[in-house]
């Protein structure tokens, strides 16, 4: 029997030694077919395929063990597709390959990236525990979609944008997104998520007039926040999963005080929300925020 333990612990201590924690990296929505193809073992995915996080300056840096999981946005079903390079099969590759065994796997998404994962877990909530999984962070997340991408498949790909257009904007517009899978299962996974309400240079000005409340200049608070209903959130993506809640004068000559509030989807849990300076890019360094 003491031999029988004793060769128990010697496997056991051999397991952790050889573990390994896995920095899976998903990006979002992009004009450039960023798949690397089939992911057969954990040397796999090492490149940032077309440089979605390199191309901003966001290359990951002071953890170990980073992966990249790049998909085709175009294919079939957008964020939802199961075909060849498609963002649900790349992501379920890597889960097999990174995320079993001795193995875990730490998620850290972007933007369209959140609508991936979330959809992944969503509508499959049974396989969150044939995962080792210690973290899912949303950065930005487009979850709940965005007004940008409603814009994309109507009016511009209307007039011939057909490179706006396409089926990754299909499955993020706000019904797209909300109505692809059910937002309050994940299997029992907790969905971290940043959020900041500054705009880059390129968006100032323009992108907010189509963003109902407060936004990042790409997606509005409804989605950041994790909300379970479109709508003009004024209220910052205050840190936890309570209600918000906002106050806006009414009544007669708008001397009485009224309230709105909003609540969120269960799995959605807000970590840090980087106010006015904290653009839709810069989340993307938000993989640190806990």
């Known amino acids: 029997m003491k031999r ?19 920095r899976l990296f998903v990006h979002g929505r992009s004009a450039k077919n960023h798949c690397s193809g089939a992911i057969p073992n954990t040397s796999s995915a090492t490149t940032d395929v077309q440089g979605y996080w390199s191309g901003w300056g966001y290359t990951p840096t002071g953890i170990a063990n980073v992966r990249y999981i790049g998909f085709d946005g175009e294919q079939p079903g957008g964020a939802y597709s199961w075909s060849e390079c498609g963002a649900q099969l790349q992501l379920n590759r890597a889960l097999n390959t990174f995320c079993t065994g001795a193995n875990d796997c730490e998620i850290y998404t972007h ?23 210690r973290r899912i962070q949303e950065m930005a997340s ?20 057909s490179n706006y257009g396409g089926q990754l904007d299909h499955s993020v517009s706000t019904s797209g997104a909300r109505n692809g899978f059910n937002h309050n299962q994940s299997g029992g996974l907790t969905f ?7 705009y880059d240079s390129e968006t100032y000005g323009i992108t907010p007039a189509f963003l109902p409340g407060k936004d990042d200049g790409v997606v509005a608070n409804h989605s950041l926040c994790g909300i379970n209903q479109t709508g003009s959130v004024n209220a910052s993506c205050a840190r936890g999963n309570g209600q918000l809640r906002e106050s806006y004068a009414c009544g007669f000559l708008w001397l009485s005080t009224c309230y709105t509030t909003w609540t969120r989807w269960t799995p959605y849990y807000t970590v840090y929300q ?5 653009t839709h890019k810069k989340a993307m360094a938000d993989y640190n925020r806990r």
């Not at 029988?4 to 896995?22: C, D, K, R």
């Not at 971290?192 to 309400?197: A, N, P």
């Not at 980087?274 to 904290?278: L, M, Q, T, V, Y």
Request: no cysteine.
């Open 192 to 198: 971290y998520t940043t959020s900041g309400e500054g």
């Open 274 to 278: 980087g106010g006015s300076n904290h």
């Open 111 to 133: 933007s369209t990236g959140g609508l991936v994962v979330s959809a992944f877990f969503g509508n499959y909530p049974y396989t969150s525990s044939w995962y080792n999984i």
């Open 4 to 22: 029988i333990l004793l060769l128990g612990l010697v496997v056991f201590a051999a397991q952790n030694l050889s573990a390994t924690t896995y």
């Open 142 to 161: 487009a979850a709940g979609g965005s007004e940008l991408a409603d814009m994309a498949v109507t009016y511009l790909a209307w007039i011939g944008w």
